[in-house]
């Protein structure tokens, strides 16, 4: 390794559209590559869904904003959903050619825990380089890393300490994986009640929004401070029940008034190193994920 | 008679002529007192001086706490929580280097060490489009126009950054010791900006080892910014740890690596406001002031009840 060879021309980056121009729009194009993305949010609200999505938009030609690429698909929850990803891959048409298969594109593979994630690096790297195709992999999903930090580390300061550790070695051989193969890599994360104050000089303030509520709950992503160190970009989801109206002052047994609710979703730049501070909303149909324009 | 016939020295002559005065006739109505107009005293040539080793952050309020921007020779370290606006800052600087000095740059270019991946091409370019446009609107363009110099194009500033992407501990250190070298080749470096300088050393270390490490690294960089008169900046994460009974976030690498920067800036959340606090310096007072990160770049913050408050 000569030091002179890391002076590198800088390239401009390629971005892997999430298959809504809506979306895509609020991205600044789409997931960018060399780049670790987080996706933050509560069960139930479409990180699943938005990555299924990426898994086969990666598949599109750049004319069409994709990467012309394969994808790896690293998931910690089971069962691994299957029937939802054939259902997105029948309902957009992914491909003009009529023999392109979307789910001969994507590869699966299981994870236990963060050791075994660690273990199966190398493992990843060999099968990224050796794999030769016209769609080579250009996106590594991790479906979700939260879980697999779940079990293995209790809160004294010894193990935060260890787990600490294993974010940035983690992180770093990603990074690594990112920049070699200009690969774009997409991680999930989950979310905690948010119990300490964020404010001042020493509040954990992580981002453009000053707090992250869901479902009526104040939030903050999983895996603390050090893990927010780790990652690029973070990009939070919500999820919130709207009153629309009542129903012609109908009430239920209990004598409140019945009320119909909606369910607003919204997409939320917490920080990235190309994006200003944005939003916007969107919607979950058998189609997939679609930015709604307000 | 022609000044070209006095008997003084060549460069008098040359700066009467170019004065305007093209002969003796012209000179001889004069007092001395109008004639040294454009001699400067010792109070301006101290400001010229600092104006020399200083870099402007583009935001009017920083520069006011840093003694007018960031300073060469000294290596500045500058830590926050993600989303902050490390990364933003380390751009805006590489990109304002490159000004001319009575814009605020000392008309050198920038190497960028990237560690994380947070460097992209398309906001170099915005940043650099911004200013390009900050220097059209002011009138010094006719002067360098006059000269022959086009202004600055956003490519052109994008190619004055030399950029190496680092990915591992081993090659940040081998880089760091290569800079000698490098730099002795390209004099016209000004800055040298590491994002980040901590990513790579939070794995799990033998913590001897690591303090060995960042104790050399910090040697280094502190010579490399003496002896060619550069500017050095690190922007560094923060961790929390336990101190007095609560949580306090803390600039990583621990206690003994405060030791290795000359001034250290904290940038931090107060209310939706991006603040950046001066948190050691040899000769600047505690002070914190507000700035945001636009579409431009760093500028001053827009907000009407912002102050400067010093500590």
């Known amino acids: 390794m000569k030091p002179e060879n890391l002076l590198v021309r800088p390239r401009p980056t390629q971005k892997c559209t999430t298959g809504c121009p ?65 259902q997105l891959s029948r309902a957009r048409p992914f ?37 030769k195709s016209q769609f080579p992999i250009r996106l590594i999903v991790i479906d979700s890393i939260a879980a697999l930090f779940r079990s293995e580390f209790d809160n004294n300061p010894l193990d935060l300490k260890r ?69 690029n970009s973070r990009l939070f989801l919500s999820r919130d029940k709207e009153i629309v109206s009542t129903v012609n002052g109908a009430r239920d047994e209990c004598g409140c008034e019945l009320m119909h609710c909606r369910t607003r979703r919204k997409l939320h730049l917490l920080f990235a190193p190309h994006i200003p501070d944005t939003s916007c909303e969107f919607v979950i149909t058998r189609e997939g994920i679609s930015g709604v324009c307000i | 008679m022609e000044v070209g016939r006095l008997p003084i020295s060549a460069a008098l002559k040359g700066k009467l002529v170019s004065a305007g005065y093209t002969s003796l006739s012209l000179l001889s109505s004069l007092s001395p007192s109008h004639l040294a107009r454009g001699a400067q005293t010792a109070w301006d040539m101290l400001h010229e001086e600092e104006l020399l080793t200083r870099i402007t952050t583009s935001s009017v309020d920083i520069d006011n706490i840093l003694g007018g921007g960031i300073s060469c020779r000294d290596v500045t370290e500058i830590g926050g929580v993600p989303g902050i606006g490390k990364t933003q800052l380390g751009i805006q600087l590489a990109v304002n280097v490159q000004l001319p000095i009575h814009c605020g740059g000392l008309g050198g270019k920038a190497i960028y060490i990237d560690t994380e991946g947070s460097f992209m091409v398309e906001r170099v370019l915005q940043i650099a489009e911004a200013c390009s446009n900050d220097m059209s609107a002011t009138n ?22 030399l950029y190496f992407r680092v990915c ?30 901590t990513f790579h ?35 560094n994460q923060v961790t929390t740890k336990y101190a007095e009974g609560s949580f306090q976030l803390t600039l990583a690498l621990g206690d003994s690596w405060s030791h290795a920067c000359t001034n250290r800036i904290i940038l931090y959340w107060n209310g939706n406001e991006r603040y950046a606090y001066i948190d050691k310096s040899p000769s600047l007072r505690s002070a914190s002031a507000p700035y945001a990160v636009t579409a431009k770049g760093i500028r001053n913050s827009v907000s009407n009840c912002k102050r400067i408050k010093l500590m």
């Open chain 1, 22 to 86: 809506v979306l895509d729009r609020c991205l600044g194009g789409g997931i960018p590559c060399r780049s670790v993305t987080e996706i933050v949010a509560e069960s139930g609200c479409g990180k699943t869904q938005l990555c299924l999505q990426l898994l086969l938009s990666a598949q599109l030609p750049p004319s069409h904003g994709g990467l012309s690429a394969s994808s790896l698909y690293l998931h910690s929850e089971f069962p691994f959903p299957s029937r939802r990803l054939h």
């Open chain 1, 95 to 131: 491909d003009p050619r009529h023999d392109h298969d979307p789910l001969e594109y994507i590869f699966v593979h299981p994870l236990h825990s963060a050791d075994h994630l660690l273990d199966a690096m190398p493992k990843m790297e060999s099968f990224v380089e050796n794999f």
């Open chain 1, 163 to 231: 787990r600490s550790s294993m974010f940035f070695k983690i992180s770093g051989k990603l990074k690594l994986l990112a920049e070699k193969f200009d690969l774009a890599v997409v991680v999930t994360n989950q979310v905690v009640d948010l119990v300490a104050p964020n404010e001042g000089i020493n509040g954990l303030r992580i981002g453009n929004l000053g707090c992250l509520d869901s479902s009526g709950r104040r939030v903050c992503a999983a895996l603390g401070l050090a893990w927010a160190n780790c990652v």
């Open chain 2, 140 to 161: 010094t363009v006719s002067q360098d126009v006059h000269a022959g110099k086009v202004g600055m194009q956003p490519r052109d500033f994008l190619e004055n950054i």
């Open chain 2, 168 to 197: 591992s501990y081993t090659e940040q250190i081998a880089l760091i010791n290569y800079l000698d070298k490098f730099i002795s080749e390209h004099r016209d470096v000004k800055i040298v900006i590491i994002d980040s300088i």
């Open chain 2, 201 to 235: 050393f939070r794995q799990d270390f033998d913590m001897a080892l690591r303090t060995r490490l960042l104790g050399g690294m910090a040697l280094k960089l502190m010579k490399l910014a003496k002896k060619f008169c550069l500017a050095v900046v690190l922007l």
